[in-house]
């Protein structure tokens, strides 16, 4: 028997639990910083001698995301407190809006170690570089789709394929969502040796001499998989920006969903997206919402998914920035997260369109 969803998320949060980040190394060195954008330039202490300085440099350039007023200062406040602060209020303020998605945080280190990534070649440590992980706070909802969809699609035929196209999209550059098309993936791995026809699987199944030893109650092949969701979960119509903009023109729910698919259109334009990248140490066992219909196979998918994470290849991290620690860098990859943000929230905002939450 298979056991639900989230007795098998509970289970995978035990093994992803939280991992002390950035812990000083060596014996504890007094240095001092001044922050150009704090008043009254208060001095700050920081763990710097197994470093060198890098806690420091980071501090003065993340202090510059946010304001006087948004960090607490005193005279034992670390480098790694306003790191952890700055980074902390600039997030929550560019996803003040978000409102069903997964919520996350950004763990940073100039210490590659402290996020217990794992490096085929071990890093140069010579290099200035400042490590900010994304971890997922695993509160991802499930979103079922099929009522608002199928009314969007009797409306504009083809609105509500267009929708769930532009979701997938946005969240290839955020977090992946949990699609049908990310579980038939997933699937394929799990149970069709990496096959995705019935045809192809079965040939796989038998040169493996497995067919023996499965029966027709517990298999699933995959066209049973892809029957058990309507078409508009894969493929049909989707419309062009000119015929989105015609419905945008209109009100009621077809009216917002076509601005929010515009919205999305524009910053995928702009090559929008979170700069992070997979760590070698495990892939993401989070994601950012699970989108399916009623009956459909997902959560058996699912189910085996989570139960499949035991083998420790999973992480609850998202992915990793390195930036170099200089102003330009770290200011083009402020300028890309501020993108990505902008896109999660635009993303938030489709789903609460075209999906009712659970």
Known sequence: MRNSIGSTRASVKERTKRRPVAAASGGIATCF????????????????????????????????????????????????????????????????????????????????????????????????????????????????????????????????????????????????????????????????????????????RDAFGDGE????????????????????????KELEREEIQCVASGTGEAGETAKVILSIMDLLDQQAGFPIEPINSGESAFFSCYIGTRGDMLGRVLDDFYESTGNGEYTDLYGVSEIQLDVCSFQQWKGDMEKGFALYTQLDRLMRCIGDIR
């Open 33 to 204: 910083l001044t922050l150009p954008v704090i008043s009254k330039n208060i001095p700050v202490k920081s763990v710097c001698d197994e470093s060198g300085g890098k806690w420091l440099q980071a501090a003065t350039l993340c202090a510059e995301l946010v304001g006087d007023d948004e960090l607490v200062i005193n005279d034992k406040t670390t480098a790694r407190d306003i790191i952890n602060q700055a980074l902390s209020s600039w997030a929550s303020r560019h996803c003040a809006d978000i409102q069903v998605l997964d919520n996350f945080e950004l763990l940073a280190s100039p210490d590659h170690d402290a996020l217990d990534l794992d490096y085929e070649v071990k890093p140069d440590t010579e290099k200035n570089l400042l490590y900010i992980g994304v971890r997922s706070q695993q509160t991802t909802p499930f979103i079922n789709v099929q009522a608002k969809v199928e009314r969007l699609e009797a409306e504009h035929p083809g609105l509500g394929r267009t929708a769930i196209h532009f979701a997938e999209l946005a969240g290839y550059r955020t977090f992946t969502a949990f699609t049908p098309q990310v579980a038939f993936h997933h699937a394929s791995y799990m149970y069709w040796y990496g096959q995705e026809t019935d045809e192809d699987y079965e040939q796989e």
């Open 213 to 236: 030893d499965e029966s027709e109650e517990d298999s699933l092949k995959p066209s049973q998989f892809l029957a058990s969701f309507p078409d508009y979960m894969f493929t049909g």
